[in-house]
């Protein structure tokens, strides 16, 4: 059987050799507190600290990696049983589901603007084909009284961003808005995923426009 002594005096020589407590636990069989006793005056030398250190960083990213795996899982899961909620929609679903989202994104009319056309802007893909089929089937507006523009930043791709939206849309982005880049902005929107804004307005729609409030009033009065 080893003593006691035997088992410092490694302790101690694996800590020397830049060895971490874990590992040293794994070759000397002691509890962690009586190895903290024996190595509590034992320095490491520099390389020694910084295999430590970097050890530390990779343990520590692949424990976010784990719990990142772990969240996105769990979202998923999520998801896929929330969609299970919503049945088929018919007619009447869509044109509610449709007036709810331009009650949230869409261009009202004001006191100070009574003839406001209608005008969708959304940086989600899904809002904006959502509405684009919602314009054209419950509002029964033709492709052509439809016109899509992009808003970006001026240091975006505007060439990948035009192909992104044309490609879901199948439709001809006609206009390009720059917005002005700030270099020490804070926003998060600025990688690859990029693609800026769309902007999906309907000619001579100020009618429209009045209709669509009138359904959310509808909506709004029907709450039981």
């Not at 049983?81 to 949230?104: E, Q, V």
């Not at 930043?153 to 439709?171: G, P």
Request: aromatic content about 8%.
């Amino acid at each position: 059987m080893i003593s006691k002594n035997q088992e410092k005096a490694e302790a101690i020589e694996l800590r020397r050799q830049g060895f971490s407590y874990s590992e040293i636990l794994k070759k000397v069989e002691v509890s962690k507190s009586t190895l903290s006793l024996w190595l509590r005056e034992i320095g490491l030398a520099v390389q020694h600290k910084q295999r430590l250190t970097e050890k530390r960083k990779l343990a520590q990213k692949k424990a976010q990696a784990t719990c990142r795996k772990n969240r996105i899982t769990k979202q998923d899961n999520i998801i896929e049983l929330a969609k299970k909620d919503i049945d088929r929609m018919n007619k009447r679903d869509f044109l509610i589901a449709g007036s709810l989202l331009y009650w949230a994104e869409g261009a009202k009319q004001k006191t100070n603007n009574v003839s406001q056309r209608v005008s969708f802007c959304n940086s989600d893909p899904q809002m904006i084909i959502l509405f684009n089929r919602w314009v054209k089937e419950i509002c029964n507006i033709k492709p052509e009284n439809i016109s899509y523009c992009i808003y970006i930043h001026i240091t975006a791709d505007t060439e990948k961003a035009r192909k992104f939206w044309e490609n879901i849309l199948d439709v001809k982005i006609e206009k390009i808005y720059f917005k002005n880049h700030n270099p020490k902005t804070n926003r998060k929107n600025t990688g690859k995923d990029y693609n800026g804004m769309l902007r999906i307005d309907v000619q001579r729609s100020t009618d429209l426009n009045r209709k669509i409030k009138g359904w959310i009033l509808g909506i709004v009065d029907n709450l039981e």
